[in-house]
């Protein structure tokens, strides 16, 4: 379990305003302090003080980096593939697709599962799966965790939820709420461990935590300084940090309690579009424009890994990983899916048959199947099965793509 | 590639790639917008046409028409994103070009013209194998995505932008023509390269590229004489280049044009979705709000406990090893993977109020504290240790708390208050036991209930719990009852026969919203039992 917030204390009076306030743990001069949101906005906008110019702030920020990359490179005393080095490599991989659907008039831009494990929602570009949304680009679905309702937004700027009935016939639309109002598109959305929280990113910078119920703004985040392309809750016990990735190559790890930025992770070299925690919480990979797919620790507060091959130049769309945390699947933008081996950092698959960009790939709850949705207007789920090494020997036809 | 630079040169005439035209966003325009802004600004004019506005509203005309684009579509985002796999491409294709090391290229003859630098779709592949040490597959693959981006054109079957791994005839297109990032394919162009070619052979354009000709001479019609005027000029430099270097210049421009103007149930692989907000080639303004925000960031950061790699990422080994063989994609999963045998078992075994939990189940309930939490079943196996232990109320505590947490803010004060005398007043039914400190603050808090009041509370009671109640649950008879009763279904075998019947006989589940009825109606049984017996418990302690 990696969440730094545990301790710290989150809500109380702010040492500087007094008022009772949710509170950020920033250290000034080197002591420590709780300042509420805006008593920190307010002090990082004074304008330079007596003494100071740019120059000085400069020197100081680089400084405090130095000092990081020191303390850092102290604790760095193993590579992952060094750690992972008695364990056993994976064989090939025996896969097939198991349903293709074709449902979707226009490209596929967001896929979730739901929480039975065999039901999925979808959204594109013109028309979402059920419901016909009224804009045009839907860039976000989330199924509720309860099953009962979706949420999902894009260029209309707002996230709305559809509560689900059983009756096929019933006009979805005429229940929807709008929950979440951005300002500019939005890029992605989830509900937290009930159906009664949504949290969304949208491409003016910000995140934000919603009420479903009254619509109310609970937390904002603000850190990003481009658009914010993809979010994902920890999905570890005190469950309270989510991590977005961005067009500005950042990687932010937030406080759901605060709004306080708690880690950033600035070492991509183009757009991260996708962001994916690790199964035990401790560590979350990302996917981005510069076709390098990146695990990065997050108690170490590095990065560990680089998925990338020379002959990957497009970028990765969506990752995902298994159960285990053993496999990163990556859709990328040159219509293929990579599975990569996440402890040994070597590709293990490369699986084709889409005929566009693939925008999403995500694991089933259970782990038994994944799910590929693409701009080739199709979703394919399949199935899978690393042999071990020794079986690869018996096993003389061994494909590495997808039958339709 | 010295003759692709005397193009170059010679095309000054063109005009430049970034005129500063904002027509780009005609296109988005309803037809019928487009008159109506237009019928708002028209007065009387001379030259007046059906359906397009007057040449002297013009400059009138561009103002309603980008007001309304703005009222109606615009919020700002108008960047072209990074598109970093092109500089890469760029690089790749300058090699293959490489006299010496690269694709091997020849001299074509056609139509009484001689084509040079023509390459053969088997040696494209053949030298992306070596030279990225791929197989076959994949490096048609990554051909196909360069001649969909445009940067090799195919000479036959221009319309189709795939690599054909055969005799197929390429050629790679000049650099003026490849594509991007920072500069979009302009309808300007289009129109005079169309033009071109209607004007040079009426007949010659296909179907599609005379219904988007004809659209464009609407929307631009206002510059159409300019654009007449181009096409003729250029038509004019071109006749003084000689013939196969006018030929392979035909070739360049169609293959740039299907590129950016997909034919019609194709699609472009210049398409990237939605226009960024930020621009991305802008850099963030260094101001002392900019640095000041890093400093406190950084101090922050330095501050933060860290961990050595070696236990971090052991960590991380640890548990990958552990859960490898719950991993469906790397232990089979028994008895049958659903999706590959059609057979609903599986999921059927692994319900949340089943019966009797599978053996891997169980084993994945000692792997850690939340691992049992977290499922149902388990959650109920543990209820049922605690029941017997007369400790219910920490486990029942965590779990109000969790709903206070993620519920409904409406709900918060009602539940706030129900907690707190259920489990925090002096003498409550399900009082909880932890330290002075923390109790003091929560009630303090209460007194203000908000979504986080329970926090500490709440940590201290699942860190009590994990500590110790977890692992002596562990060794209890209630723990080691279930792991012996637990079922380890064997795996089935079907024949192909009986895996078509499974397919036959596929049936959706049940509905996520009856499952979740279910699951409400049991935990308002489980809980409204514990408080009566408590009350009962009490009772008769006064008595």
New interface residues.
């Given amino acids: 379990?990696c969440d730094?917030t545990?301790v710290a204390i989150?809500?109380g009076p702010c040492d500087s305003c007094t008022l009772?306030k949710?509170l950020m743990?920033?250290?000034l001069q080197?002591e420590?302090v709780n300042y509420c949101s805006l008593c920190?906005e307010m002090?990082?906008?004074?304008?330079?003080t007596q003494g100071?110019n740019?120059a000085s702030?400069?020197a100081?920020?680089e400084g405090?980096?130095l000092?990081?990359e020191e303390?850092?490179a102290k604790?760095?005393?193993?590579?992952?593939h060094q750690?992972?080095e008695k364990?056993e490599p994976?064989g090939q991989l025996v896969t097939?697709a198991?349903?293709s659907l074709k449902g979707h008039g226009n490209k596929v831009l967001c896929t979730d599962w739901?929480?039975?494990?065999?039901?999925l929602v979808s959204s594109s570009q013109v028309t979402e799966h059920a419901v016909t949304m009224p804009c045009t680009?839907v860039?976000a679905c989330a199924y509720a965790p309860?099953?009962?309702a979706i949420a999902c937004g894009g260029?209309d700027?707002k996230c709305s939820v559809y509560p689900?009935?059983?009756d096929k016939n019933e006009n979805l639309s005429a229940k929807k709420k709008s929950v979440a109002m951005h300002?500019?598109?939005l890029s992605a959305c989830s509900f937290?461990?009930?159906d009664?929280?949504i949290l969304t990113s949208s491409?003016?910078?910000t995140c934000a935590l919603w009420?479903?119920?009254?619509g109310?703004l609970?937390q904002s985040f603000h850190g990003h300084?481009?658009?914010v392309l993809s979010l994902d809750l920890a999905p570890?016990?005190?469950g309270n940090t989510f991590v977005s990735g961005g067009?500005?190559k950042k990687a932010n790890v937030w406080d759901m309690?605060s709004g306080q930025?708690?880690?950033?992770f600035e070492t991509h070299?183009?757009?991260i579009n996708s962001v994916k925690y690790?199964?035990?919480g401790?560590?979350f990979a990302t996917g981005s424009?510069?076709?390098t797919c990146r695990l990065y620790?997050l108690?170490?507060?590095r990065e560990?890994a680089i998925y990338s091959k020379?002959?990957i130049?497009?970028?990765a769309s969506s990752v995902d990983f298994?159960?285990?945390?053993?496999?990163l699947f990556a859709g990328y933008?040159?219509?293929?899916i990579n599975v990569w081996d996440?402890?040994k950092g070597t590709r293990v698959s490369?699986l084709?048959g889409h005929e566009?960009r693939v925008s999403t790939v995500r694991v089933s709850p259970?782990?038994?199947?994944f799910c590929s949705g693409s701009?080739d207007h199709t979703l394919r789920?399949r199935?899978?099965?690393?042999l071990s090494l020794s079986d690869t020997h018996t096993h003389t036809h061994t494909h590495t793509?997808s039958l339709t | 590639m010295s003759k692709h630079s005397k193009f170059q040169t010679a095309l000054c005439s063109r005009p430049p790639r970034r005129s500063t035209i904002t027509w780009a966003f005609l296109p988005l325009l309803h037809q019928a917008e487009v008159n109506a802004s237009a019928r708002r600004s028209t007065t009387s004019s001379s030259r007046h046409q059906s359906g397009s506005p007057p040449v002297g509203a013009h400059v009138h005309f561009e103002k309603t028409v980008k007001m309304t684009i703005k009222l109606i579509r615009d919020h700002g985002q108008h960047y072209r994103p990074r598109m970093a796999c092109l500089k890469k491409v760029e690089a790749l294709v300058i090699e293959m070009q490489d006299p010496k090391s690269g694709v091997k290229s020849f001299e074509q003859k056609r139509n009484a013209t001689s084509i040079p630098h023509v390459i053969a779709g088997q040696d494209i592949t053949a030298w992306i194998t070596s030279h990225m040490t791929v197989d076959a597959q994949e490096a048609q693959a990554l051909g196909t995505m360069l001649v969909a981006y445009g940067f090799i054109y195919p000479l036959q079957d221009p319309k189709t932008l795939i690599l054909r791994p055969d005799g197929s005839l390429y050629r790679c297109q000049t650099p003026y023509f490849w594509p991007a990032q920072k500069w979009k394919a302009q309808d300007t162009d289009y129109a005079i390269y169309l033009a071109k070619r209607n004007i040079r052979k009426k007949g010659i354009l296909d179907q599609y590229e005379q219904e988007r000709y004809r659209k464009l001479h609407k929307w631009l019609n206002h510059k159409w004489d300019f654009i007449v005027n181009q096409a003729k000029e250029q038509t004019r430099a071109g006749k003084a280049r000689m013939k196969s270097d006018r030929v392979v210049f035909s070739y360049q421009e169609r293959a740039y044009w299907i590129v950016h103007r997909p034919p019609p149930q194709t699609h472009s692989a210049m398409d990237y979705g939605v226009d960024r907000l930020i621009d991305p080639n802008a850099e963030e303004e260094k101001n002392s709000y900019y640095y000041r925000r890093i400093i406190i960031f950084r101090q922050q950061a330095i501050m933060r406990s860290k961990v050595k790699s070696t236990v971090s990422l052991g960590a991380l080994v640890k548990h990958t090893m552990t859960y490898q063989s719950h991993d469906p994609f790397l232990t089979p999963c028994l008895p049958s993977n659903p999706w590959q045998t059609d057979d609903d078992t599986y999921w059927a075994l692994n319900m949340p109020d089943v019966d009797l939990p599978t053996k891997m189940t169980v084993e994945r309930w000692s792997y850690g504290f939340y691992e049992l939490l977290r499922d149902p079943r388990g959650r109920a196996d543990f209820r049922l240790f605690l029941k017997k232990e007369f400790s219910g109320e920490n486990l029942a505590f965590w779990e109000a708390a969790e709903e206070l947490k993620w519920g409904a803010a409406s709900a918060i004060s009602e539940k706030a208050e129900t907690i707190f005398k259920t489990f925090l007043a002096p003498g409550a039914p399900c009082w909880i036991n932890i330290d002075g400190r923390t109790m003091g603050l929560t009630v303090k808090g209460l007194q203000h209930p908000h979504r986080h009041v329970l926090d500490a509370a709440q940590n201290h009671i699942f860190m009590l719990m994990k500590k110790d109640t977890f692992y002596r649950y562990l060794k209890s008879p209630v723990y080691k009852d279930i792991q012996k009763k637990a079922i380890s279904p064997a795996p089935h075998n079907f024949t192909d026969a009986q895996l078509e019947q499974n397919a036959r006989n596929r049936k959706p589940g049940l509905y996520p919203s009856v499952t979740w009825q279910r699951q409400q109606k049991e935990k308002v049984r489980t809980t409204t039992l514990i408080d009566i017996k408590k009350l009962m418990a009490n009772k008769l302690d006064r008595q």
């Fill in positions: 379990m730094h545990f989150t809500f009772n949710p743990n920033i250290y080197n420590p920190v002090m990082a906008c004074q304008g330079l100071e740019l702030l400069k100081e920020s405090l980096k000092r990081l303390e850092r604790l760095h005393d193993v590579e992952l750690a992972a364990v994976l097939k198991r349903r739901c929480r039975d494990k065999r039901r680009w860039m309860s099953g009962c260029l700027n689900l009935s059983l300002t500019n598109y937290t461990n009930s009664m929280q491409g003016d910078g009420d479903v119920e009254s109310q609970l300084s481009a658009d570890s016990e005190t067009c500005d309690r930025n708690i880690q950033s070299e183009s757009d690790y199964p035990s401790d560590a424009d510069d076709a620790d108690r170490a507060d560990v020379e002959s130049i497009f970028g298994s159960i285990s945390g053993r496999l933008n040159d219509y293929t996440v402890l490369i084709f566009n259970d782990g038994t199947a701009w789920v199935t899978g099965r690393y793509h």
